[in-house]
Antibody, heavy 123, light 107 residues
Framework: QVQLVESGGGLVKPGGSLRLSCAAS????????MTWIRQAPGKGLEWISY????????NYADSVKGRFTISRDNAKNSLYLQMNGLTAADAAVYYC????????????????WGQGTTVIVSS | DIQMTQSPSSLSASVGDRVTITCRAG??????LNWYQHRTGKAPKLLIY???NLHRGVPSRFSGSGSGTDFTLTISNLQPEDFATYYC?????????FGQGTTLEIK
């Protein structure tokens, strides 16, 4: 079945780095844009970044721009989020999601989500 | 960034009730508006795309309407599994911002 499984979360010190992964299965991964979304404790959903189906186009929220890098390996059906310079504000559950749209404005939404991986930033 | 404001922030209702959640965009966004359901500990689920289109597999008791700046999500005949947090998301421009969420609780 169509599935996304995130991994790579954990405890990291302020200023540290972490690389999240998202393994896709059950669909043609290379056909879809992919997105990272996060939810900080007690907060709502926050869009973080997207990558185009080919990986050549990316975009980031201002809150992570210059610190986070999204990438994908279509041969491995995998999506990644490299996170550097982590602060307490980055502590959250991170979700990867499949985007039915390709660019903006977009008529469709995020139709498949993973269960999330938790990032804790603490000394 | 386009600001998305949901109301109410929370509401209580009973099984079988009909509820409406409102989402207002800071700028006109045509019909580029999605609704998601998020149960605690679960992955969010797409309910409505393009303001009023039901995503496949979503029960017909969910419906969406609106265009421009004002949108609504209506849930008829509430079921126990509907008690969750609901988010609107504009998809008009980047970043595609979410509303702050509306938590639907059992009365």
């Amino acid at each position: 079945q169509v599935q996304l499984v995130e991994s790579g979360g954990g405890l990291v010190k302020p200023g540290g780095s972490l690389r999240l992964s998202c393994a896709a299965s059950g669909f043609s991964f290379s056909d879809y844009y992919m997105t990272w979304i996060r939810q900080a404790p007690g907060k709502g959903l926050e869009w973080i970044s997207y990558v185009s189906s080919s990986g050549t186009s990316t975009n980031y929220a201002d809150s992570v721009k210059g610190r986070f890098t999204i990438s994908r390996d279509n041969a491995k059906n995998s999506l990644y989020l490299q996170m550097n310079g982590l602060t307490a504000a980055d502590a959250a559950v991170y979700y990867c999601a499949r985007d039915l749209s390709s660019g903006w404005p977009a008529y469709y939404g995020l139709d498949v989500w993973g269960q999330g991986t938790t990032v804790i930033v603490s000394s | 960034d386009i600001q998305m404001t949901q109301s109410p922030s929370s509401l209580s209702a009973s099984v079988g009730d009909r509820v409406t959640i409102t989402c207002r965009a800071g700028l006109p966004i045509s019909r580029y508006l999605n609704w998601y359901q998020h149960r605690t500990g679960k992955a969010p689920k797409l309910l409505i795309y393009g303001a009023s289109n039901l995503h496949r597999g979503v029960p017909s008791r969910f419906s969406g309407s609106g265009s421009g700046t004002d949108f609504t999500l209506t849930i008829s005949n509430l079921q126990p599994e509907d008690f969750a947090t609901y988010y609107c998301q504009e998809n008009y421009s980047t970043p595609p911002t979410f509303g702050q969420g509306t938590t639907l609780e059992i009365k």
